[in-house]
């Protein structure tokens, strides 16, 4: 079996070989995009009989309103009785290469994950998605980010990450508050 990649988050990190970080500000194409490439794949999975996998757009260009690299993150979540083997064979296929953090193709970023390796990404992007005023607050810390005299990747990525701890404990603590017993 290959290479497990690492689990996914929502840090923006760049591709391997990127040194600088392109940000844009929000396009509305990003969501048809994002459709796109799901159609690809999924029709793709589907011809060859691979069914039961979950696809989830994640990262910044899933946020309505939220600027970012104009990169389509997607997380590809399969059931455990699928061999990931297979589902690499395909996305190679189809042109992807694969990274160390996944796999990559044109302006796009896949992560094979686990649901409980997604979580907290998706916590994320959904409290973005509902509380549009952090949204406005994280498209203005990542502009100064990318505007800053140190704007490689790693400086970005290091910058939103105290946000992004900040965020998360406020949609995990929403989450405890609605439920509890869990």
């Given amino acids: ?4 990649p690492r689990p996914v988050t929502l ?22 995009r994002y459709a796109e490439a799901l159609a690809e794949i999924d029709g793709t999975l589907q011809h060859e009989g691979i ?6 757009h994640v990262g910044s260009t899933a946020v309505p309103g939220l600027g970012g690299q104009p990169l389509i993150d997607i997380v590809l979540l399969p059931p455990e009785t699928l061999d990931r083997a297979d589902l690499v064979e395909l996305l190679l296929g189809l042109g992807y290469r694969q990274t160390a953090e996944g796999f990559a193709k044109d302006q796009q970023r896949l992560w094979i994950v686990a649901a409980e390796q997604a979580n907290q990404a998706l916590r994320l992007r959904d409290w973005l998605r509902q509380h549009p005023e952090d949204a406005a607050t994280f498209n203005a810390l990542k502009r100064k980010l990318v505007d ?6 790693q400086a970005y990525v290091r910058g939103k990450q105290a946000f992004f701890a900040t965020l998360i404990a406020l949609a995990e603590a929403e989450q405890a508050a609605a439920h509890p017993s869990r």
């Fill in 1 to 4: 079996m290959a290479d497990q």
């Fill in 148 to 153: 800053s005299p140190v704007a490689d990747a």
């Fill in 11 to 32: 840090d923006g990190r760049p591709p391997a070989d990127s040194a600088t970080v392109e940000f844009v500000e929000a396009q509305a194409g990003w969501p048809q």
């Fill in 51 to 56: 069914l039961g996998v979950r696809f989830e």
